[in-house]
Nanobody
Framework: QVQLVESGGGLVQAGGSLRLSCVASGRTSGNYAMGWFRQAPGKEREFVAATSWYDGNTYYGDSVKGRFTVSGENANTVHLQMNRLKPEDTAVYSC????????????WGQGTQVTVSA
């Protein structure tokens, strides 16, 4: 069984920065990638960023490119550095594990709230 715990969310003014972290515990060995998604009230879950342990590549959603940076370590920890935050970045941010290149992400952590004030 795998557990993921996110931290680092909070309230920040527009233009500010936050750093999120996610640590996975349990049977995490062999996972292909870890990544971040977000969901705002009334909206669909949106892909934010991911890092692959196998090829070292990083991936970003269009709305965060150039502002957010994903990084990871030990194949069980992933961070999300968020700069130049905008009010539209307000959401619950969750991290997930991707077991193979073609699999969907899952399981998920409980999420951490990020609120950006104008």
């Amino acid at each position: 069984q795998v557990q993921l715990v996110e931290s680092g969310g909070g309230l920040v003014q527009a233009g500010g920065s936050l750093r999120l972290s996610c640590v996975a515990s349990g049977r995490t060995s062999g996972n292909y990638a870890m990544g971040w998604f977000r969901q705002a009230p009334g909206k669909e879950r949106e892909f934010v960023a991911a890092t692959s342990w196998y090829d070292g590549n990083t991936y970003y959603g269009d709305s965060v490119k150039g502002r957010f940076t994903v990084s990871g370590e030990n194949a069980n920890t992933v961070h999300l550095q968020m700069n130049r935050l905008k009010p539209e970045d307000t959401a619950v941010y969750s991290c997930g594990i991707k077991w193979t290149k073609t699999a969907n992400f899952g399981p998920w952590g409980q999420g951490t709230q990020v609120t950006v004030s104008a």
